[in-house]
């Protein structure tokens, strides 16, 4: 059967959850790393830019667009550090991807849930090349909504069985271990950042803040650790303090990107980094040494959405996941819009 051209599938956050659910979170998590990481093989292949944002006081609304010259995928994606207080999240987003053979869309989804899956999936892949082999404890400071994505992609991937969490809010970290509860991992609440990074090999950073934070001190990051900050993503918001980087091997997605919102915000602007593609392709190495500080000074980039835009459009096909969406105005007779709109009125 031909597909009627002005019906583009639809997946709401319901169904969202029920492909996952349907699929398994870590197998999905697995799956789409693996997509995330092919993407990255081919990063010459992508049209990239840095987000476009619109920053206000209160947050940041941002557009990330790409193409790979076959498909094409924007998501729309917000982040509020405030949200929270009124019952709302932080991040939230949507996006679509489309054919740039003919410009029409192919897909509109939901992409809050898909956010944080496919930022954990990154994360995941990136501690994958640069994380001390054989890490098994890891600790998250920010127990919010990323949070347990994150624990599961690195449980799933690198095989991270331990957990010491830190939230300045302690309902977070709570809420965090119950909904781990069951997943095989040992859980540690902590009663501070000191304490949470006791003994963990890896460190992931995933607060919510729209300021220069420090998160971590210096003296807290001992030689050796793979440091995943998340939660710095934006001008103005940082989470490490800057004698961190400077000790650090820094990886980045698109440094043109990560320059403006990631945590080299605080270094010069030839501080030296290292593109995370060139890692992953086996052009420059990644973890050389054992006593090596790494950093993936993760920002969210937009291949990143686009691997997770064209797993969910692979998943989703032949499945009751979405919905049929009217979404393309498309008359029989193309030059004929106004005619259709007429019609409409019988
Ligand atoms: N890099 C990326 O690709 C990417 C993707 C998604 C989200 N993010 C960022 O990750 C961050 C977390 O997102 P979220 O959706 O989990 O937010 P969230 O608001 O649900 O959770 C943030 C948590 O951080 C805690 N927190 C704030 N300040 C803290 C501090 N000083 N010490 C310890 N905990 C602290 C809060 O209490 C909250 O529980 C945001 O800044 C978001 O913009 C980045």
Redesign the pocket.
């Known amino acids: 059967m031909i597909p009627k051209l002005n019906i583009v599938p639809f997946v709401s956050v319901d169904n969202m959850m029920k492909l996952v659910l349907s699929i398994g979170v870590e197998r999905f998590l697995t799956e789409l790393a693996e997509v995330v990481e092919e993407d990255f093989r081919r990063w010459e292949s992508f049209d990239k830019t840095p987000r476009l944002a619109a920053h206000s006081p209160e947050g940041v609304i941002e557009l990330m667009p790409t193409s790979d010259g076959t498909a094409y995928g924007f998501k729309y994606?917000n982040?509020h550090?405030k949200?929270?207080r009124t019952g709302r999240?932080?991040?939230a987003a949507f996006g679509v991807l489309a054919d740039v053979g003919n410009g029409y869309p192919v897909l509109l989804t939901e992409m809050t849930i898909l956010?944080?899956l496919?930022?954990a999936a990154?994360?995941a892949v990136a501690a994958k090349h640069l994380a001390p082999r054989g890490a098994r404890t890891m600790a998250i400071?920010?127990?919010?909504?990323?949070?347990e994505f994150q624990a599961l992609a690195f449980k799933s991937l690198l095989g991270i069985d331990k957990l010491r969490l830190?939230?300045?809010?302690a309902s977070?970290s709570q809420k965090c271990r119950r909904n781990l509860a069951g997943f095989g991992l040992d859980v540690t609440i902590c009663g501070s950042?000191e304490e949470a990074v006791q003994g963990a090999e890896i460190v992931t950073t995933?607060?919510?803040?729209k300021q220069y934070?420090t998160?971590l001190t210096d003296n807290l990051v001992g030689s050796g650790i793979h440091i995943n900050a998340?939660?710095?993503?934006?001008p103005g918001?940082t989470e490490l303090h800057a004698d961190i980087l400077r000790r650090a091997d820094i990886f980045v997605e698109y440094p043109p990107q990560t320059r403006i919102e990631g945590e080299i915000q605080q270094l010069a602007p030839d501080h030296p980094v290292t593109e995370l593609w060139q890692v992953i392709t086996g052009q420059i190495p990644g973890r050389r040494d054992p006593r090596q500080i790494t950093l993936f000074d993760?920002?969210?980039?937009a291949t990143?959405d686009f691997s997770a835009l064209r797993y969910v459009h692979s998943k989703v096909t032949g499945t009751a996941f979405f919905e049929e969406l009217d979404m393309v105005a498309d008359p029989d007779e193309p030059r004929d819009l106004f005619g259709m709109l007429l019609r409409a009125a019988a």
């Open positions: 994606v982040g550090p949200n929270s999240q932080t991040v956010t944080a496919r930022t990154t994360s400071i920010g127990n919010g909504a990323q949070a830190y939230d300045i809010d977070a950042v995933v607060t919510a803040d934070a998160i998340v939660g710095g993503d934006c918001k993760s920002v969210g980039f990143e």
